[in-house]
C-alpha cells in the first residue's frame, strides 16, 4: 500500500525557514514525479513545486521561484521542500504527491499524504 508521510510545518515569522519532508513507502518511486500543492480554506490545491524522481529536474510556480527548494534523497525514499524567506501568503496546508508525469494540475498525481500545517506570521 503506498504511503505518503508529511512532516515539518509549524509555525514561523515572515522571513523565517522551513523544511518538509515526505516520506514514500509502499513501492518503486523510480519513474514517478513527486509534487508539492498547498491549499487553504475555501480554495483549490494550489501548485508549488515537482521533481522527477529519477532525473531529479525540478519546476516551480512563479510565486515560490528562488525562496524553495525541492529535492529527494532516493536511498532515503524522501522528498524536501525547503522554503526560505517564508511569507505570510505561504501559510497554508502543504501536501506531498506522486504522480506518473511532472504536472502542476493536482489531477495528474495518483497519491497523496495528510498534508502539514504551515503558518506565516507578520
Known amino acids: 500500500q503506498v504511503q505518503l508521510v508529511e512532516s515539518g510545518g509549524g509555525l514561523v515569522q515572515a522571513g523565517g525557514s522551513l523544511r518538509l519532508s515526505c516520506a514514500a513507502s509502499?513501492?518503486?518511486?523510480?519513474?514517478?514525479?513527486m509534487g508539492w500543492f498547498r491549499q487553504v480554506p475555501g480554495k483549490g490545491r494550489e501548485f508549488v513545486a515537482t521533481v522527477s524522481w529519477s532525473t531529479g529536474t525540478t519546476y516551480y510556480a512563479d510565486s515560490v521561484k528562488g525562496r524553495f527548494t525541492i529535492s529527494r534523497d532516493n536511498a532515503k525514499n524522501t522528498m524536501y521542500l525547503q522554503m526560505n524567506s517564508l511569507k505570510p501568503e505561504d501559510t497554508a496546508l502543504y501536501y506531498c504527491?506522486?504522480?506518473?508525469?511532472?504536472?502542476?494540475?493536482?489531477?495528474?498525481?495518483?497519491?497523496w499524504g495528510q498534508g502539514t500545517q504551515v503558518t506565516v506570521s507578520s
Open positions: 504527491a506522486a504522480g506518473g508525469v511532472m504536472a502542476t494540475s493536482p489531477h495528474h498525481y495518483d497519491y
Open positions: 509502499g513501492r518503486t518511486f523510480s519513474n514517478y514525479a
